[in-house]
């Protein structure tokens, strides 16, 4: 049973930093790529970033590059966001994904953690 659970999400101040962390179980890690996306109130769901389990690239959405890094963990099985120098705009729930494709396109995810909110204070 493929399962992907977040966690580290909070209330930051503006400038501050956070770090999400996903834990996946129940499927080859290598096999596959993850990703963060968000969702902020009332907006439609936004990529954020992805990594490739097997090699680690990466890519970024324009608005957190130079902010956040993806990495992971292949000891744990756990996807890591490191996200500073927040931004209020960076408030929204964030997700963990899973997928076969290295790509930003959310419908090619096909497995998708609960979510942990991120608050940024102005």
């Known amino acids: 049973q493929v399962q992907l659970v977040e966690s580290g999400g909070g209330l930051v101040q503006a400038g501050g930093s956070l770090r999400l962390s996903c834990a996946a179980s129940g499927f080859t890690t290598s096999n596959y790529a993850m990703a963060w996306f968000r969702q902020a109130p009332g907006k439609e769901r936004e990529f954020v970033a992805v990594?490739?389990?097997?090699?680690?690239?990466?890519d970024y959405a324009d608005s957190v590059k130079g902010r956040f890094t993806i990495s992971r963990d292949n000891a744990k099985n756990t996807v890591y966001l490191q996200m500073n120098s927040l931004k209020p705009e960076d408030t929204a729930a964030y997700y963990c994904a899973r997928t076969y494709l290295y790509t930003r396109e959310p419908t090619n995810y096909n497995y998708w953690g609960q979510g942990t909110q991120v608050t940024v204070s102005s």
């Open positions: 990594i490739r389990w097997s090699g680690g690239n990466t």
